[in-house]
């Protein structure tokens, strides 16, 4: 099979059921057939449409798998399937052809070509080898069969959920985007929204009795309008990507003006937002104008030097220029490169951009004429068949907005930088003037030079400027003859002198630039750690108020960090870290109506970009703790709601049936129509009792039940014996039910006595076996027994039944859960929900664990009435 040539697949793509794709799939059949390819029909889904079905006609049909093979070509797949099943409606899909694809036989068949329809379906369970029909297909490509196959844009992964929140119809059946993509041809079915009602309406899609309801829902207009621009859109995705394929495999450069691309270049200087609009402008973008539609591609670059120096760059303006390119429906992009101009148009030619977006220079005329031509007039050279525009702003030519001016070095070193540029020479000099003998010109020059760069580091440039100019003053007077003199007789020295000025202030500014970028390394280092342990933390969950507080305090090394709903006044705190009285130093606004107050020392303006990250995640933190509150506040009101729909749902049978059994007891009784005899009347008075008194014990429960979960049950506990309440409990079930089995009495009486309410505690008891009983197979008994454990007994009621998971055993002690019980006459389902609060109400506890061999154990622990010796 290795050497065997993949087979080709065509995809059928519509936007909506009815569109023409079983018929357009099943022409291309019979054109192919005409022209001799062997052509065998492996699946096709008519949904009993004439015109569809008749396409079949002198097409090779295989029989569906599972069907009288006998059929043979006279069998036509999927003609029986009932009208409009294809088409959704107000419920989710799941249909099923009346027969799966025959993988196997299609196989052996080997034909030139096969036509399986509905790309997106799942095969029925045990139907084939694979799960899913683009599986089959797949391996019918690899056995080199070309494939046709039709699929909706409703059934692609990716489009999914928009499908779904656009017509409220879920999607059961799915297709992965990258099976489609590797399609080698995808034809779009288009039929334009009115066209495709009216097919439906004259009943040319769905049977008539359907056709009102679909119109009504899924096929309406604007679900329609969107779906075929989903299809569009999808389709022209496609295309582009297969252009560029074609380009990047062709090596093609140029630029293929069949989409309008257009890149606009962002510097983050103030001017950004209008190039951006002006580019969208250009492009007819409908976003624009606020509309949505199709329209060329707006694409915004920054270029970011390699080094991390971008003059008049600001990261604030960035963000706001990305937020507006992306409300605008365009793109994000950074790149990094040394030659800005480059960069840009490297970037427009492999995103095949046909317009390039720039803003006329901020230099001014000096500046231009020291400097050469700009990044505008470079890449205009640079640009080729792609249009540039040299947009006009408010800020051209006026010269950058240089950043405000920040001291990078302490002050004690601002001016200790100066001192030491006079007094660093002046003390070499004397010592140098001592070692005239050993030392030359040469290594005197040297020396001074070392101290130049000693006193960049110290000070930068300017103080390593006043440094060169003091050692080659001293260099002249005291080592270049004629000595004593600042005039130089020999011009060599005069050259000598000169290139070491320009050396010594060279050597200076790029011994002060290296540490400016050190220094802006180091703190962008530290911004970095930050936000990772912030993110750190924040991860691993602590994302309390309190701690991001204190986290923001100790970052920031203020005195405190306080949460405040209002300036200045500060009242009607949230929360606060640290203390200290002084004056608020930065208020910083968290979008929540709250402000981050952070009182202290003053914060340098560096530090402002990272304090924001801080009062955003503390928004966050307070939003979550806002969001958990009223989460908290309406949790108790949805508990009553689900209790009430519950109680209403399960005393219209269980307090109906016991009043009607009693009600029809005696009307018959009061009757003088029919003469009863004793043991007639007898029977008649015992249902009567028998449904009082169940109705009794139903409405005392709920009335208990009530109790307990408003807190108004009052306890009368004592020490009770466990013989005192079991002999009750006992009495108190059906005679009919399952036998009990109850330890020992004398095993009894040694247990210690409970700290309980004797006539709850039989309640309880009396629930747990009856559940039991209930649940126990025929002949085999609940046993009941009890030990001591420490300072607590133990009551187990031990069932042999089915017995319950671990995972939904909670569930029993919920009001109105009967699990396992599909009888609503076993009743409320209150039964072991009352026995829990009861137990817990007596500082008890009740917990269900399994029987050994099957079933359930109900364990009843309560406190000992006095300490085991």
Known sequence: ?????????????????????????????????????????????????????????????????????????????????????????????????????????????????????????????????????????????????????????????????????????????????????????????????????????????????????????????????????????????????????????????????????????????????????????????????????????????????????????????????????????????????????????????????????????????LERFLTGSGIGETVVALSGDIDVHMVTHERAGRGRLLPSRRRTLPFSRLVAGPVAGLALPVLLTLALDRLRGPLNLTSEALLFLLAVVGVACIGGVTSAVIASVTASLLLNYWFMPPVGHFTLGDPNSMVALGVFAVVAATVAAVVDRSLRLSRRSARATAEAETMSSLAGSIVRGD?????????????????SVELVDRLPDGEGDKGSAGSGDGRASVAVPIGTGSFLVLRGRPLPSSARRVLAAFAA??????????????????????????????????????????????????????????????????????????????????????????????GALHLRVRATALEEVLAPALDSLPQDGADIEVQDLDDLARIPDVLADPPLLERVIANLMGNAARHSPPHEPVLVCASALDDRVELRVVDRGPGLPAVGRERLFEPFQRLGDTDNATGLGLGLALSRGLTEAMDGTLTPEDTPGGGLTMVLSLPCARPVP
């Not at 139903?698 to 307990?708: A, H, I, Q, T």
């Open 543 to 559: 994302h309390a108020i309190p701690a991001l507080l204190e986290r923001t305090r100790e970052t920031f090394g203020m005195d």
């Open 1 to 365: 099979m290795s050497d065997v040539r993949p087979g080709k697949l065509k995809v059928y793509l519509g936007s909506a059921p009815g569109v023409g794709k079983t018929y357009r799939m099943l022409d291309e059949a019979r054109r192919r057939a005409a022209r001799g390819t062997d052509v065998v029909v492996g699946l096709a889904t008519c949904h009993g449409r004439p015109h569809t079905e008749a396409m079949l006609e002198g097409l090779e049909i295989l029989a569906p798998a599972g069907s009288d093979r006998r059929a043979g070509s006279d069998r036509r797949a999927g003609a029986g399937r009932p009208a409009g099943s294809e088409g959704p409606g107000r419920r989710p899909e799941h249909h099923r052809a009346p027969g799966e694809l025959d993988l196997a036989a299609l196989l052996a068949r080997r034909p030139g070509l096969a036509v399986v329809d509905e790309l997106a379906h799942g095969n029925a369970p045990g139907a084939g080898r694979n799960p899913k029909r683009w599986q089959d297909i797949e391996e019918l490509l690899a056995a080199g069969i070309d494939v046709l196959t039709a699929l909706d844009i409703r059934h692609l992964e990716s489009l999914n959920d928009v499908v779904e929140k656009i017509t409220h119809v879920p999607v059961g059946e799915t297709v992965p985007d990258r099976v489609v993509r590797r399609a080698d041809q995808i034809e779009l079915v288009d039929m334009p929204p009115e066209a495709l009602r009216r097919r439906m309406a004259h009943g040319n899609i769905h049977a008539p009795e359907d056709v009102d309801a679909a119109l009504a829902h899924y096929f309406r207009l604007g679900n329609l309008t969107a779906l075929r621009e989903l299809a569009l859109r999808w389709v022209a995705g496609h295309v582009d990507e297969r252009l560029q394929r074609y380009r990047s495999e062709h090596g093609i450069d140029g630029v293929w003006e069949a989409r309008e691309r257009v890149v606009v270049a962002l510097t983050g200087g103030p001017e950004g937002e209008t190039l951006i609009r002006r580019a969208a402008r250009i492009g007819f973008l409908p976003r624009a104008l606020g509309s949505p539609g199709a329209g060329g591609d707006l694409l915004a670059v920054h270029v970011a030097r390699s080094d991390g120096l971008a003059a008049g760059a600001s990261h604030a303006a960035l963000v706001r220029q990305r937020r507006l390119v992306e409300s605008l429906g365009g793109s994000y992009h950074s790149v990094v490169g040394d030659h800005v101009p480059t960069a840009l148009v490297e970037f427009a030619r492999a995103e095949n951009a046909t317009q390039l977006v720039l803003g006329t220079s901020r230099r001014g005329r």
């Open 617 to 710: 995640h503390v928004g966050a933190a307070v939003e979550r703790a806002r969001l958990a509150e009223a989460a908290a506040e309406v949790e108790p009101v949805k508990a009553a709601d689900r209790m009430r729909t519950a109680l209403l749902r399960a005393v219209g049978h269980d307090l109906r049936t016991p009043l009607a059994a009693g009600w029809a007891a005696v009307a018959s009784l009061r009757s003088r129509d029919v003469e009863f005899s004793d043991e007639d009347r007898d029977a008649l008075l015992a249902t009567a009792d028998e449904s009082l008194a169940k109705l009794d014990r139903l409405v005392e429960n709920l009335l208990d039940l009530s109790r307990l979960q408003a």
